[in-house]
DNA sequence: GTCTATATCTAGATAGAC
DNA sequence: GTCTATCTAGATATAGAC
């Protein structure tokens, strides 16, 4: 039995770490410390530190890819938006360290290089086909040009929300208050744009999901 | 004269590295070797690495602020408005090692973490100013909570521009693609909520700019 | 002010017994 | 699979001569 559960127990503690103190300043003498086993069976169960940064990526993409993946003719109405965005939001929640030191981790590990353009793209296009569903239905309508910008605008926001409230102290990781504010962010750049019986809809969506925070 | 001359060396080699290669990663010695000085020499000019990084944010800082400095009725038109972001985002880009490491940078050096949260507060209420110029002379119209709302938006626009475009390794930091995106992507989060004179004043402007990009 | 040489420390990683 | 002990490399920082 020792295997699988040992090798879970360092990557649950390594994300637990990695989260609260940024992956550089954790090494593998305090992993191996926090998890109450040795070194140098942190090392039977992986070759470095480099490859527990590396399995924990690859978590959070299987985990992510499936909320990404929206087909070209998805039909979500706004509740369902909030929810896609929440899970979202969530998961990048648990894996937050990752967010924290992009450039970084890019040059330090090429395969996350890749993964992560992969992963940014993959994110770009599920929300250029959000946008694409609300204006096939008409509920949404905005030029060539400017659908541009407001998708590199979303990207900013569904990339480094998480780090942002975090700089600022902002406590509420745990019970969701974060994400929700993450949400409302995300939805009052694309509200501009929406037809007016959506656009009190969302709207309405923010306002009540805002009024419930503590 | 050496005096002076070696500190700035230092600090000029020190920026152009961290730039590059990340605060992280790169060492004393590189920075001695790559000014062609011994690393005893560095020693005696600062006291530590970390002496050198806060000598560099200070610097920043105070080039930083006399361009967040908008008085309450400050009257920026949009010509104006676009050179004092392309004067930010212009500085940003030649410290943009800082805006890479925001966590760990506060996390390491506690001095930093408060003059960080200082610089965002300014940064933030010189957008509100803003904001309320152009709402004062009926230019624009917004609620309040969505006022809130689109302020966040801006920050992170304004935050997190820079490192965004390095992940996606667009080029043009140096000869200024980078930042005419960037103002684009600030001004678009505006736009949307302008009376439509101004907004089409906004609009020709982005679209100019980007036009003329490479 | 600047150099060379070196001290100190700590991190990642390995060896080999159990 | 797990431990203890240890190696090695490299980074910050200092000492002391010039």
């Known amino acids: 039995m020792a295997k699988r559960?040992?090798?879970?127990?360092?990557?649950?503690?390594?994300?637990a770490l990695f989260n609260d103190l940024g992956e550089q300043n954790v090494t593998t003498n305090l992993i191996a410390d926090e998890a109450d086993i040795s070194p140098g069976n942190l090392y039977y169960h992986f070759r470095s530190k480099n490859d527990i940064t590396i399995e924990l990526f690859k978590r959070f993409?299987?985990?992510?890819?499936?909320?990404?993946?929206?087909?070209?003719?998805?039909?979500?109405?706004?509740?369902?938006?909030?929810?896609?965005?929440?899970?979202?939001?969530?998961?990048k929640g648990k894996y937050r360290f990752l967010y924290r030191n992009l450039t970084d981790l890019s040059q330090k590990v090429p395969a996350l290089d890749r993964a992560l353009k992969g992963l940014f793209n993959r994110e770009r296009r599920a929300a250029s086909f959000q946008?694409?569903?609300?204006?096939?239905?008409?509920?949404?309508?905005?030029?060539?040009?400017?659908?541009?910008?407001?998708?590199?605008?979303?990207?900013?926001?569904?990339?480094?929300?998480i780090?942002?409230?975090?700089?600022?102290?902002?406590?509420?990781?745990?019970?969701?208050?974060?994400?929700v504010r993450a949400i409302a962010g995300v939805l009052q750049m694309v509200i501009p744009y929406l037809a007016s019986a959506e656009r009190r809809e969302f709207e309405h969506l923010v306002k009540t999901y805002l009024a419930h925070l503590n």
């Open 163 to 179: 780090p942002y409230a975090e700089i600022l102290d902002e406590q509420g990781l745990e019970d969701g208050n974060i994400q």
């Open 5 to 15: 559960n040992t090798r879970e127990l360092i990557l649950e503690t390594s994300l």
């Open 61 to 91: 993409i299987v985990q992510l890819e499936p909320i990404l993946d929206v087909s070209d003719d998805s039909n979500l109405d706004a509740e369902d938006l909030w929810f896609q965005l929440h899970l979202s939001f969530e998961l």
């Open 131 to 161: 946008l694409a569903a609300l204006e096939k239905r008409g509920s949404l309508k905005i030029d060539r040009g400017q659908r541009e910008l407001l998708l590199n605008n979303l990207m900013l926001a569904l990339i480094y929300w």
